[in-house]
C-alpha cells in the first residue's frame, strides 16, 4: 500500500486533510510513475482545500469521492507506460501535478505539458538534490513568469515584495542576474539574508513608503508583488506603470496583471532550474517534514514567516 495527502471535503487543512493508504497507481500510455521522494507545498494547496481560491478554476466541484494535495514532486521513474519516449526507468525527475504532488506516487505525463492537470515533467539535474529540487515547480515557473511579464532587465529597479518567500526569493535573484537592482520587502529577521543574494531590504510596516523611497532615490520601475495589495498600492505610488507590475498575491486590483505559474513555459521553467542546478539561484528550505506530518506542514506554511520552502519527504 501507498501513502497520499487527501480530502474529501472544504475546509481548514487541520480538519480536512489526512494521510491515507491506498494501492498505487498504474501509468496508462504516454504515462510515467514517478517514486516521490520529495514534494514541496505551495499557498494555493491550502487555498484549493478551504475553497478560497475558486475550486472550480482547479477542476473541483465535488471533493467528497477524495482529491489528492499538491503539486511539486522530485522523485525517480519506477514504472513505464506504453509509447513512452525520452525517459527509462530510473530517471531522476522533478515536475508537477495538481492535485497529486504530495504522496509515495504520482502518474504524469511523460512529455510534460502546460502545468494543468496532466502535470509536467522534466529531468532531475545530478547536482541538484531532491528536496530543492521539489521546491521548483510552482514557485520557479511563477517567479520567472512573472519577471519576464514585466520585462525585467539590465538597468531596472524592481521592488520584490515578500521577497524571502518560497517566488520572490527566486523572482528577486533571477532579477538581479539580469542586471537590475532590486529592493526586497521582508521581515528584518530575513534582511541579511537578503543583502547576501545582492538584494536591498526593506521591513514591512508603517513608514514602508518612505524606507522605500530613501533605499532608491532615483525611482522604481518595475514590480513583482507576492504579498497582496498593499504592495500593488505603493508599487502605484512610486509611479510604477501598471503594465509593469505583477501581483500573483491580488489579482485584478486596480488593474495589475496576474502572471504566474499557469502562463510559464516549460522553456522558462528548465531555465529556473538549470540557474539553481549551478548555483546561481538559492532556493533556501525552511523545514522538511515526513510524509506523515504534512498537516503540520502545512501549518507551518500558514504561518506566512517561511523563507523559501518547505518541503514533505516520503523518504
Do not use: C, W
Not at 82 to 109: K, P, Q, S, T, Y
Amino acid at each position: 500500500m501507498a501513502r497520499f495527502a487527501r480530502f474529501d471535503r472544504f475546509g481548514a487543512v487541520a480538519d480536512v486533510l489526512r494521510v491515507v493508504h491506498d494501492e498505487p497507481p498504474h501509468p496508462g500510455p504516454g504515462e510515467v510513475r514517478v517514486q516521490v521522494r520529495a514534494s514541496g507545498l505551495n499557498p494555493v494547496d491550502f487555498k484549493i482545500m478551504a475553497s478560497v481560491v475558486g475550486a472550480a478554476n482547479y477542476g473541483l466541484v465535488d471533493p467528497s469521492a477524495g482529491i489528492g494535495a499538491g503539486f511539486d514532486f522530485a522523485g525517480d521513474i519506477d514504472e513505464l507506460g506504453e509509447g513512452v519516449a525520452g525517459f527509462v526507468l530510473g530517471d531522476a525527475v522533478l515536475g508537477g501535478r495538481r492535485h497529486h504532488g504530495v504522496g509515495d506516487f504520482v502518474i504524469v505525463r511523460a512529455e510534460g505539458g502546460d502545468g494543468g492537470r496532466d502535470g509536467i515533467l522534466l529531468a532531475k539535474p545530478a547536482a541538484l538534490d531532491y528536496d530543492t529540487a521539489a521546491a521548483l515547480p510552482v514557485a520557479g515557473r511563477t517567479a520567472i513568469a512573472a519577471l519576464d511579464a514585466v520585462g525585467v532587465g539590465h538597468g531596472d529597479t524592481v521592488l520584490v515584495s515578500a521577497a524571502a518567500g518560497g517566488v520572490g526569493v527566486i523572482a528577486a535573484q533571477l532579477a538581479v542576474l539580469r542586471g537590475a537592482t532590486v529592493v526586497g520587502t521582508a521581515s528584518e529577521r530575513n534582511h541579511d539574508f537578503l543583502r547576501g543574494l545582492g538584494v536591498v531590504p526593506v521591513a514591512y510596516g508603517d513608514g514602508l513608503m518612505e524606507r522605500l523611497q530613501d533605499a532608491v532615490p532615483q525611482g522604481f520601475t518595475a514590480a513583482l508583488d507576492n504579498h497582496g495589495p498593499e504592495s500593488v498600492d505603493a508599487a502605484l505610488a512610486l509611479g510604477i506603470p501598471l503594465d509593469r507590475i505583477n501581483t500573483i498575491a491580488a489579482r485584478g486590483h486596480r488593474g495589475a496583471q496576474g502572471v504566474g505559474n499557469p502562463q510559464a513555459t516549460m522553456e522558462q521553467f528548465a531555465e529556473v532550474v538549470r540557474l539553481v542546478a549551478e548555483g546561481r539561484v538559492v532556493v533556501p528550505i525552511e523545514a522538511v517534514f515526513p510524509v506523515e506530518r504534512v498537516v503540520d506542514a502545512y501549518a507551518l506554511l500558514q504561518t506566512g514567516h517561511v523563507r523559501g520552502k518547505v518541503v514533505v519527504v516520503t523518504r
